[in-house]
């Protein structure tokens, strides 16, 4: 996991505020039932600085999505 100097200031998947951002090379999970932080996380396929390929997480608060629950 690498986390981006150069991070949008919204998410590019879908416009929003996001609170993290977190940039992997392999190994993807993602679970985000009961997750008392995040409520929603957006993916972004990138390359890398030699063109690898990379997908950039964009993390999203319960709050940041306008869920309360």
């Known amino acids: 996991m690498r986390i981006p100097d150069d991070a949008p200031e919204t998410c590019p998947a879908c416009d929003a505020d996001y609170d ?15 997750n008392e ?5 957006c993916f972004e396929p990138v390359a890398g600085a030699d063109g690898e ?3 950039a ?7 940041q999505v306008g869920a309360d629950d």
């Open 37 to 41: 932080r995040y409520r929603r996380v």
């Open 53 to 55: 390929p990379l997908v």
């Open 57 to 63: 997480f964009y993390h999203h608060t319960h709050g």
């Open 20 to 34: 993290s951002v977190s940039v992997h090379d392999a190994g993807l999970l993602v679970n985000l039932l009961d």
